[in-house]
């Protein structure tokens, strides 16, 4: 095959594309340490265990109960400052406790860290 000018540009403008894609980060992870003080702060492991079920369900079987849900980070957040009522693992039902910040971004690196499990 015999490459113009033109077709070679082309081809090493696509090579040159296509490298910068495969080397693109991947979707930064969130800040664990602060994800747990958040967590801790508000006595989230009061109800909630990262493996175990106790009055809440597990982390893991939240992350489980989300995972590949396009609107898993909005529904964790709305779910932690929304104050509605849950159901617990024994049946019964009360107020879930609101996290106590304003701040969207440690909200959502805390629903982040969640689906993480």
Request: a positive charge.
């Amino acid at each position: 095959m015999i490459l113009t000018p033109l077709s070679r540009t082309a081809l090493l403008a696509f090579a040159a594309a296509a490298g910068m894609a495969l080397s693109a980060p991947a979707a930064a992870e969130p800040d664990a340490d602060a994800a747990k003080l958040l967590f801790k702060q508000n006595e989230c492991g009061k109800c909630h265990n990262p493996e175990k079920t106790k009055k809440g369900p597990s982390l893991k079987k939240t992350a489980k109960e989300y995972k590949g849900k396009p609107d898993a980070v909005k529904k964790i957040i709305e779910h932690m400052t929304a104050g509605k009522k849950v159901k617990l693992e024994d049946g019964t039902e009360e107020e879930h406790k609101i996290i106590e910040t304003k701040d969207q971004k440690a909200l959502q690196n805390l629903a982040e860290w969640i689906l993480s499990h």
